[in-house]
């Protein structure tokens, strides 16, 4: 379901029309959806979110008794998220690291590194001499893994097992295993992988499978010890079937089974979308109502300048109608839609801004409210907020027991 939950229904309930859109974030679902994933994991799994998924300070803190660290992916992630929740171990990931960025990930003590490339490696070891001289620094090589067979057939964002910038390529893997063990102050911990989003368990659990052999066969061909693998985010959100969830339960079991067979090892997830897409709804009001060449439209404020979404991922944004009772203020009749389905679109200038198609929404009225589920992830953070110059939406945090 993407209904709202009581406390974000009766929060956009109180809201003003020009206090919408706006975001609302249930921190209690979010908490609990996060205890329920932790609890699906073996202890032996850690459990790192991806900022990048949304970087809300909010959301962070209320994150923190559920994770074990966060994984962050430019210098601005690291510095916005060890100011939100300070103790919390980070790891250090991402394509293009700046020198800069490394000298304050080095400053800042991150836990891990996650290291891209065999030119990051070298830059890492200096500027370690330099800036972090007789500290030890601990690195995950990432590599972009072949995987076999059809698992990442037909999923949505694959960053591996393809030509990609992301991470090295699997036939450097000896001489960068050999590179670190020749820059003093660097301690391979082991090997980082994030393969593709929109993995549903089974997959993911073959793709882990295949990330743990290679990088056991990588440590034991090298004869050095193999502590970590982390085998990346990625578990599946279905935004055409908001109902159904990851199958942690499934996936925490796999991985149990997969570190039994690894005693040595620690292994560890960073999923972002599937712990923070459930906690957030984009919430606002229908402005006009009209056919075209023989569709119906709801013009609704904002759009995916706000939500973007259903623009990247070629979705439709799942949604709840909240019929408005509030009189008409204006002596014409009020637009309302005359067929069982409609298309809700944004403010912008462009057909791409489309939020949802085909909405099983008759008699939708100017007026009305819409609160679009699945908007805790990739949402506002990676949307092109001063395209037409629109107000910004509100932020509203609640809990089940009233006010955040
Ligand atoms: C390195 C890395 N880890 C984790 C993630 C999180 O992926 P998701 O939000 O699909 O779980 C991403 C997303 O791009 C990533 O690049």
Not at 127 to 147: M, Q, S, W, Y
Request: proline letters at 9%; hydrophobic letters at 45%; a neutral charge.
């Amino acid at each position: 379901m993407t209904d709202p939950t009581p406390a974000v229904r009766a929060r956009i309930a109180t809201l003003p029309p020009d206090a919408l859109p706006a975001y609302v974030y249930d921190l209690t679902a979010l908490a609990t959806h996060a205890a329920r994933v932790r609890a699906a994991l073996p202890p032996r799994v850690e459990l790192y979110y991806a900022a990048k998924a949304n970087p809300e300070p909010r959301l962070l803190t209320a994150l923190r008794p559920h994770v074990d660290g966060y994984e962050v992916s430019s210098g601005g992630e690291l510095a916005h998220v060890h100011g939100a929740v300070p103790d919390a171990p980070l790891a250090f990931g991402g394509p293009g690291k700046t020198p800069a960025e490394l000298v304050r990930a080095l400053e800042l003590g991150v836990a891990r590194f996650h290291v891209e490339s065999g030119h990051e490696l070298r830059m890492l070891g200096a500027l370690a001499a330099r800036h972090a001289p007789g500290r030890r620094i601990a690195v995950l090589l990432r590599f972009n893994l072949p995987v076999d067979g059809d698992a990442l057939d037909g999923v949505s964002l694959a960053m591996g097992g393809r030509p990609t910038p992301f991470g090295a390529d699997p036939a450097e893997a000896d001489a960068l295993v050999e590179a670190v063990a020749s820059l003093p102050q660097l301690e391979l911990r082991g090997v980082h992988a994030h393969l593709a989003s929109g993995l549903r368990a089974p997959e993911q659990l073959a793709v882990a499978t295949a990330i743990v052999t290679w990088a056991a066969a990588l440590a034991a061909r090298h004869g050095v010890p193999l502590a970590e693998v982390v085998v990346g985010g990625g578990m599946a959100v279905d935004y055409g079937a908001p109902g159904e969830r990851f199958a942690w339960q499934t996936y925490g079991g796999g991985l149990g089974r997969l570190a039994g067979a690894h005693p040595e090892l620690t292994l560890r997830i960073e999923p972002g979308r599937a712990l923070t897409a459930y906690c957030g709804w984009y919430a606002t009001e229908v402005l006009d109502v009209k056919a075209s060449h023989g569709e119906e439209f709801a013009v609704v404020r904002g759009g995916t300048h706000h939500l973007r979404t259903p623009a990247t991922k070629g979705h439709d944004q799942p949604c709840t109608v909240l019929p408005s009772d509030a009189p008409w203020p204006h002596p014409w009749p009020r637009p309302a839609a005359r067929g069982d389905r409609i298309t809700l679109t944004g403010q912008l200038c462009t057909p791409k801004d489309l939020l949802a198609r085909g909405v099983a929404a008759p008699g939708l009225r100017a007026g009305d409210r819409v609160a679009f589920g699945l908007a805790g992830a990739y949402a506002w953070n990676i949307s092109h907020h001063d395209f037409l110059m629109h107000p910004r939406p509100g932020f509203h945090f609640v809990t089940s027991g009233g006010e955040a």
